[in-house]
């Protein structure tokens, strides 16, 4: 399967916002689920947020509750992360992905999201500095 790509990254001030987009190769409809990761050198890769693509369930890490949004453009074949109120401990590459999702337990336990094995872009740089 092509990979999917991520864009809009750039650099920004502690406190402001960017809005990175993820163009899917065909419909989002065929995934279970679109995320977005990231990885800086030296530190561990993590999820940061997936939406799925049949009920729009979502997922975040806590590190960016309340801070990062995620949507999709089903028409546009398009996932969107609205990354606000950034914090220099946000910088790093950004990658969107081929992702599955599952309930924690019962519904409105939450979910667990991960990446299911597909190819991955050049990501997209976000760097939060003064």
């Known amino acids: 399967q092509l990979p999917l790509v991520e864009s809009g990254g750039g650099l920004v001030q502690p406190g402001g916002s960017l809005r990175l987009s993820c163009a899917a190769p065909?419909?989002?409809?065929?995934?279970?689920?679109i995320g977005w990761f990231r990885q800086a050198p030296g530190k561990e890769r993590e999820g940061v947020s997936c939406?799925?693509?049949?009920?729009?369930?979502?997922y975040y890490i806590d590190s960016v509750k309340g801070r990062f949004n995620i949507s999709r453009d089903d028409a546009k074949n398009m996932v969107y992360l609205q990354m606000n109120s950034l914090k220099p401990e946000d910088t790093d590459i950004y990658y969107c992905?081929?992702?599955?999702?599952?309930?924690?337990?019962?519904?409105?336990?939450?979910?667990?999201?991960?990446?299911?094995?597909?190819?991955w872009g050049q990501g997209t740089r976000v760097t939060v500095s003064a």
């Open positions: 065909g419909s989002i409809l065929n995934y279970d689920a």
């Open positions: 939406i799925s693509s049949s009920d729009g369930s979502t």
């Open positions: 992905a081929d992702a599955g999702m599952r309930r924690k337990g019962s519904v409105g336990a939450g979910w667990v999201c991960y990446d299911r094995g597909g190819s």
